[in-house]
């Protein structure tokens, strides 16, 4: 459900990147303007590449403490 509700999220915040992008840059207030420089740069996209990987880590992290960690531990016990 979380996973579901950070993509609409991302696509209705997209849509509104877009948007601004589409208008006239004389029509925008400055802190709009500042707004999608900071997007634009190299900042935020290394904070939204660390945030995904983040993401995916976690399930597979989560993966393997359910699946695997107790089949390993016990492999450990018996020697």
Known sequence: MLLGEML????IKEGVI???HALPVEHLSRPI????SVYD???ALTTRI???LSIWLFWL???Y???FWKRNSNQLDSR
């Not at 609409?8 to 696509?11: H, I, S």
């Open 8 to 11: 609409v999220e991302a696509n």
């Open 18 to 20: 877009e948007t601004l």
């Open 33 to 36: 303007v500042r707004f999608l």
């Open 41 to 43: 740069s190299w900042l």
């Open 50 to 52: 660390t945030f995904n």
């Open 61 to 63: 992290a989560m993966c």
């Open 65 to 67: 403490l359910l699946f």
